[in-house]
């Protein structure tokens, strides 16, 4: 008998009105979504595109890293659709969240408890409270800095202050981000030094079917230059020598992630930016190209939804 594929479960469950908490099918399914900083656009519209087809109730668990965290948790508000564009909004560019000039009084170049206690609270208002309560369960992964292990962070979120934190570990990048981010005792960078796809994870707690939201081409490769690890040397021996050995070998997982979800299993598919999709930097403040991308990886979602290849753009 052939396995149910993951687009099977999502329109069998969106047609029977199938519900988190009471569920009329065995199967566990989660959505894993890829980091990357900005390049989390291409995410953003493909976590709107899901919104848009009624589709996220058909989800029992959400894991995300770095930007893909922060996507995960927008969808899990409920209010996808009207924040998840906000990466390309003037106001949020505007709101000082990225700044070289902090480095100059020895701040972090990308201050994330600005963005988490001021962006979010003040200028797009995240709804942490519906998180927390939403039967959708959320899982944010982040690097614990002593041993480099990529680790959920759901059993320690219990209230607002925890998940914010929580949102912080999982995209705090290492020396750009500052010092690590400290909860449940222990330290944390950013989850995509070691586990930039957080697939495994969702498979290792249990899934049965993963839908994984990339944000890279199948063309475009990530390994750290030789300048990099020099620069971040000294920070990882200070802060967490377990990350920077899992920032030395990330390329290598993100080959065997390529690998592992090409193979076009059914229970593991993918949605990524189309070939010939602009590249993000993922620090980048071209905001007409953060926009191309979440409007580019919205009609990549529609074309996986479809049973379609998606297009170039």
Do not use: K
Not at 163 to 187: D, T
């Amino acid at each position: 008998m052939t396995a149910a594929s993951v687009l099977d479960v999502l329109i069998a469950r969106r047609e029977h009105g199938s519900r988190p908490g009471a569920r009329r099918d065995d199967f566990r399914l989660a959505l894993a979504i890829e980091g990357g900083g900005n390049r989390a656009a291409y995410s953003a519209g493909m976590a709107i595109a899901l919104a848009e087809a009624d589709l996220i109730d058909c989800l029992d668990d959400v894991f995300g890293t770095s930007g893909g965290a922060l996507n995960g948790a927008w969808l899990l508000t409920g209010e996808g659709e009207r924040w998840l564009p906000s990466w390309a909004w003037p106001e949020v560019a505007a709101a000082g969240v990225t700044d070289p000039r902090r480095l100059l009084r020895g701040g972090p170049l990308v201050d994330l408890r600005r963005l988490v206690e001021h962006v979010y609270e003040q200028v797009t208002p995240m709804d942490f409270d519906a998180i927390l309560t939403n039967p959708v369960r959320f899982h944010p992964v982040a690097t614990d800095a002593r041993t480099g292990h990529a680790t959920d962070l759901a059993p320690l979120i219990e209230d607002r202050s925890s998940l914010q934190a929580a949102l912080r570990a999982s995209a705090c990048l290492p020396l750009l981000g500052g010092r690590p981010v400290h909860l449940g005792g222990r330290a944390w960078l950013d989850g995509g030094l070691a586990e930039p796809v957080p697939y495994r994870q969702a498979l290792a707690s249990g899934a049965t079917h993963v839908l994984v939201l990339r944000t890279r081409r199948e063309d475009q490769t990530v390994a750290p230059s030789r300048l990099e690890r020099l620069a971040l040397a000294p920070y990882f021996l200070a802060h967490g020598r377990g990350a920077g050995r899992s920032h030395a070998s990330r390329h290598r997982g993100y080959a065997a992630d390529d690998r592992r979800l090409a193979t076009g299993a059914p229970t593991l598919a993918q949605v990524r930016p189309p070939a010939g999709a602009p590249s993000v930097a993922r620090l980048s403040r071209d905001l007409t190209a953060i926009s191309e991308a979440i409007e580019l990886g919205r009609r990549s979602m529609r074309s996986f939804l479809a049973g379609t290849p998606a297009q170039r753009p």
